[in-house]
């Protein structure tokens, strides 16, 4: 599978139909994001079962504020709708494979408590 271009609009349904969506915030001046962007497609074609988004942050300003966006290139990670990763910066690709065997081996059931604040 290759990366596709999700919108403002496509997005809350680009979550809703797949159980784990990769996200890469970018623009086209943005030079660490064009370094990226071969890394992200070849990760986006050795996981087909995984659903690899892409997002300009120039063309799409509203959804790079919603989704808190302060630097470029971040790549966010949602799995069953829930947001598990988020890191500004290009990966490079061990880094990135290592994200996404991290994302689909997350047991969810146990990513709440985990992610909850602890209170003593």
């Known amino acids: 599978m290759t990366t596709i ?16 969506v990769f996200v890469d ?7 660490p994001c064009r370094m990226f962007a071969p890394i992200y497609g070849a990760a986006a074609a050795r996981h ?15 959804l790079a504020a919603a989704a808190s966006i302060i630097s470029i290139p971040t790549l966010m990670a949602f799995k069953d709708k829930t947001l598990v ?6 990966l490079n690709a061990t880094g990135l ?14 990513f709440p408590a985990d992610a909850a604040p602890q209170h003593p």
């Open 48 to 62: 087909p079962d995984i659903t690899f988004a892409k997002v300009d942050t120039e063309a799409e300003q509203a």
């Open 5 to 20: 271009d999700i919108t403002e609009q496509g997005f809350a349904q680009t979550l809703e139909d797949n159980d784990t």
């Open 97 to 110: 494979e290592e994200v996404i065997q991290a994302v689909k081996t997350l047991d969810m059931n146990k």
């Open 85 to 90: 990763f988020s890191q500004p910066g290009a």
């Open 25 to 31: 915030f970018w623009a086209p001046w943005c030079g």
